[in-house]
């Protein structure tokens, strides 16, 4: 158990919809971060923020953004979906200082 | 840019046989390196993971030594259960970053 909820667990959308993904860190996490697993890959980098700001991005266009929200809550948001972005969608937080990250069970968004 | 290449899948083995995952990675300075383990649909779970050159993580019968002469992070366990069958992630975390870089899983099938 690491804290970390994701909703919802599975998410069907057709292209060019948009679709928001929803994460619930520990109390006191400041920091969470998204990433994307293809299926058969390892998980991308997405991005993180820190205290409710963007604070690094990955290789993603900016159709992919996020929020972070005061009480520990976040949201990734993907606009214009294409069939690539099929995959899996972690969440995971941290503490401040350290780089233990605790991972959710994952968003399994199917885009037809 | 950071990348990480593990072995590929599946590797199965008889239980109690000995388990080598190897992992390489490439990186700018002084990453961190990281273990992660994937149960089926469950998150990413952090195994163990080692901070600097010549470090051992351990961790439920699994190590790992950081090895910078040869740029690499193999996991070994000396006596494999059913228990372990999942799959394992080798990541790195660049020095400043949170971000990990992943490579692209390697999947342990543990017989009876």
């Known amino acids: 158990e690491t804290g970390v909820t994701q909703s919802p667990t599975h998410l069907i959308k057709t292209r060019g919809q948009q679709v928001t993904l929803r994460c619930s860190s520990q109390?006191?996490?400041?920091?969470v971060s998204w990433y994307q697993q293809a299926l058969g890959q390892g998980p991308q980098f997405i991005f993180q923020y820190y205290r409710e700001e963007e604070n690094g991005r990955g290789n993603f266009p900016p159709r992919f953004s996020g929020l972070q929200f005061p009480n520990y809550s976040s949201e990734l948001n993907v606009n214009a979906l294409e069939l690539d972005d099929s995959a899996l969608y972690l969440c995971?937080?941290?503490?401040?200082?350290?780089?233990?990250?605790?991972f959710g069970s994952g968003t399994q968004l199917s885009v037809l | 840019g950071n990348s990480v290449t593990q072995m590929e899948g599946p590797v199965t083995l008889s239980e109690e046989a000995f388990l080598t995952i190897n992992c390489t990675y490439t990186?700018?300075?002084?990453?961190?390196l990281f273990w992660y383990v994937q149960y089926p649909g469950e998150g990413l779970q952090l195994l163990l993971k080692a901070t600097k050159a010549d470090d051992k993580g351990s961790n439920k019968g699994f190590e790992a030594t950081y090895r910078k002469e040869t740029t690499s992070f193999h996991l070994e366990k000396g006596s494999v259960q059913v228990s372990d069958s999942a799959v394992y992630f080798c990541a790195l975390a660049d020095t400043g970053r949170r971000a990990l870089t992943f490579g692209s899983g390697t999947r342990l099938q543990v017989q009876p």
């Open positions: 109390s006191g996490h400041n920091t």
């Open positions: 995971a937080s941290s503490p401040d200082t350290n780089e233990k990250l605790f």
């Open positions: 990186a700018t300075g002084y990453p961190s």
